[in-house]
């Protein structure tokens, strides 16, 4: 009977550890895996095609990636306008509405929860 006794304290023991380490675990995984908090702020730069206009916003397919966490060529991303975008064609100030559908452009921004910001958007010829 002490046998059994002894087994089964052993038994309940190592289930008990067993599950505290399982429990931690998905913790810290659900932690580092949850896109919403990623408060950090990473640059991104990369050569894409614009693929849909829309107001504040621009959806591009990324032709070439050379600077960003988690872009990857061939990547379709929302790239979304903010106050202090700048939009420059051969050093001239321009603006969302001189892009078109097709057109090659260069930018340069921030992912910021995983939202893309664009600090400047240049076409190029």
Known sequence: MKRVAACLTVL?????????????SMG???V???PQDRNLTEPFAIQARVLQIGR??????????????????????LI??????????????QS??????????QIAGSIFRMTYQAD??????
């Open 12 to 24: 309940i023991a190592v289930l008990a550890v067993t599950t505290t380490a399982m429990a931690a």
């Open 28 to 30: 810290r995984e659900a």
């Open 32 to 34: 580092e895996i949850d």
């Open 56 to 77: 504040g916003w621009l959806e591009v397919e990324t032709v070439a990636v050379e600077q960003g966490a988690d872009v990857e060529p061939n990547a379709r991303l």
């Open 80 to 93: 979304v306008e903010t106050a202090a975008t700048k939009f420059w064609k051969a050093g001239d100030p």
């Open 96 to 105: 969302l509405l001189d892009l078109k559908v097709g057109d090659l452009v």
């Open 120 to 125: 400047s958007i240049t076409p190029v010829e």
